[in-house]
């Protein structure tokens, strides 16, 4: 017997609080986020290393596919930070997984764009080169070493900025009113019944 008087593996009282099923205590659900989301990180940068990319040609169709499927991952992960017993840690690790899946996508693009067209930048672009690119105009830094030249480099450069914007602004406040509402469904279920 323990202290509401039932044996370990019982059923408890009637009125008495029991931890939800399936609900990780708050330090614990850091953790496995954190751990979720450097894992899915890590995988996402090691495949944008070692996968053969042996597509010489690069076309809008590609672009505008991936940047689909980036959209219907965030959704899905908008989703279930509404449904989350812990909003706040599933928002965090929806932007760490779906940001650097952002990024990546456009480094594949302007590493095949170089491969398919040489001379599109100012310098051949290697993987790093194209990742260092993205970057840079993520942060709005644009150091200037590398530099689009051909009209379609520039394209996705600027589909890119217009992205980070929509990225930055509009994706942000999505995921901040999908933990507001989860936090605010979570504190409607726990008040007393009148």
Known sequence: MDATGSSPGSTPPAGTATPARGRRRPGRAALVVTV???????????????LPFTRKSIDVTTLAL????????????????TRSAHPRLRAAEALATTMPLFLLLY???????EESAPGSFTEPLTRTDALYFTLTVFSTVGFGDIVPRTEPARIVTMTQMTGNI???GVATRIVFGAVEAAVR?????????Q
């Open 36 to 50: 979720r989301s450097l894992g899915t990180v890590t995988v996402l940068v090691c495949a944008y290393f070692l």
């Open 66 to 81: 991936g940047l689909t499927a980036v959209a219907a991952i965030f959704a899905l992960q908008i989703r279930s930070i």
């Open 107 to 113: 480094s594949t693009t302007y590493f095949l764009l």
């Open 166 to 168: 929509l990225a930055v």
């Open 185 to 193: 469904r979570q504190t409607a279920g726990t008040r007393e019944p």
